[in-house]
C-alpha cells in the first residue's frame, strides 16, 4: 500500500507541476508578445498609399488606437494643422499609431468613412471609429482628447 502512495503521490506531483510549467509557459508566451508588439509600433508618422496598406494596418495593430490625419496639398487648414499632428505624434508615438492619408491619392479610404471635409482626424481602434475631429483644431484640444484616449 505505501508503494501504491508513493507512486501516486510522485505521479500527482509531477502532473502539478507540467501543469504549473505549461501555464508558466503560456504566461512568457503573452509576456513576450506584447513586448514584441510595443516594440514593432512604427516609429514615424505612417503615409498611406493604398487601401491596402491601410487595411494590413488596421489588421496589424486591432488594439491599438490609429489616429488618422486626412488632408490635401492645396488645403490651408491642412497645413496649419500639419506641425500640430507631429508635434502630437513626437509627444505620443508610444501610445498611438500616427498615420497621415491624402485624400487626392487615396479617395477610397476617405469616401469609406464618409470625410467630406479637410482636415479630418479619425480616431479608429480595430474596424471601429471611436472619436472624429472635422478641422484643424489647435495643439491643447488635440492634446486633450488624446489625453482622454490614452486612459
Known amino acids: 500500500m505505501n ?6 503521490n510522485e505521479y500527482s506531483c509531477e502532473t502539478d507541476m507540467q501543469e504549473v510549467d505549461e ?8 509576456k513576450a ?5 510595443h516594440q514593432t509600433m512604427p516609429e514615424n508618422i505612417i503615409e498611406i498609399h493604398s487601401s491596402e496598406e491601410f487595411n494590413k494596418l488596421l489588421k496589424d495593430y486591432p488594439e491599438t488606437i490609429v489616429i488618422i490625419d486626412f488632408w490635401a ?3 490651408g487648414p491642412c497645413q496649419f494643422f500639419a506641425p500640430i499632428f507631429k508635434k ?5 508615438r508610444k501610445d498611438f499609431i500616427f498615420v497621415k492619408v491624402n485624400v487626392d491619392e487615396n479617395n477610397a479610404i476617405a469616401m469609406k468613412y464618409g470625410i467630406t471635409g479637410i482636415p479630418t482626424t479619425l480616431f479608429i481602434k480595430g474596424d ?7 478641422g484643424a483644431m489647435n495643439y491643447e484640444g488635440m492634446k486633450k482628447v488624446l489625453e482622454k484616449l490614452k486612459q
Open 33 to 37: 508578445e506584447a513586448l514584441l508588439k
Open 73 to 75: 496639398v492645396w488645403c
Open 23 to 30: 501555464k508558466l509557459e503560456m504566461l512568457r508566451t503573452k
Open 88 to 92: 502630437l505624434h513626437g509627444e505620443y
Open 3 to 8: 508503494e501504491f502512495y508513493t507512486t501516486y
Open 128 to 134: 471601429d471609429v471611436i472619436n472624429q475631429v472635422v
